[in-house]
């Protein structure tokens, strides 16, 4: 249960967040910016299904996190830890190639790991962990 | 490696969520152990076999 709070109270953190980042820029959004923003969305959404998703196993008396869960959970780390690796050689190497402020190419990267571990975890959460 | 969970549980006629409760995991670990997704570990083998009355190689099998 407590673990389910934090998640929301952490999902709460990053919506105050986005919504500071979209009063200052009061208007002059840029393409990217909703780019940013979809993205954005899109792991507010993860978190809040996976926060309800514990909400409930709480309510139902289950325990909130099983030796399954716990084994998927270290199974997607490693995994999207892995995957990130690549992921910012390829950000490197655009890097390069392409003009980019800063803070657009850490945001790029950081934004992109949340998407990998996400993918990480739904594909193990639908496949399972067979002969694990 | 296969299992037999399903046969005991409606043998002794329980719901998954029956189960899950008395083994302490998620309904969600049932469902993954029915289908063959996921080997329990040596502890849930026993408390499930524990649950049945019967011994871990009754209930799973290669």
Excluded at chain 1, 63 to 79: G, N
Excluded at chain 2, 8 to 23: C, G, H, I, P, S
Aim: proline share 2%; with cysteine; charged share 20%.
């Amino acid at each position: 249960m407590k673990k389910a709070v934090i998640i929301f109270i952490l999902t709460a953190l990053v919506i105050a967040g986005a919504i500071l980042w979209l009063m200052s820029r009061s208007g002059n959004l840029r393409p990217a910016d909703f780019m940013s923003f979809a993205v954005l969305a899109l792991v507010v959404g993860f978190a809040l299904f996976f926060g309800f998703k514990r909400l409930i196993s709480a309510r139902r008396g289950e325990p909130v996190e099983d030796e399954l869960s716990r084994k998927i959970m270290r199974k997607t780390s490693s995994l999207s830890y892995y995957i990130s690796l690549y992921l910012w050689l390829a950000i490197m190497y655009f890097s390069d190639r392409f003009v980019f402020e800063t803070h657009t190419i850490i945001g790029m990267g950081i934004l992109g790991m949340a998407i990998v571990f996400a993918v990480c975890w739904l594909v193990f959460n639908f496949t399972g962990l067979k002969n694990e | 490696m296969n299992n037999r969970i399903k046969e005991y549980r409606a043998r002794f006629n329980f719901t998954q969520e029956d189960l899950a409760k008395k083994v302490n995991v998620r309904r969600e670990t049932i469902v993954f152990l029915e289908k063959n997704k996921y080997n329990p570990s040596l502890k849930l083998a026993y408390d499930i076999a524990k649950v049945f009355d019967c011994s871990i190689e009754d209930i799973f099998y290669f």
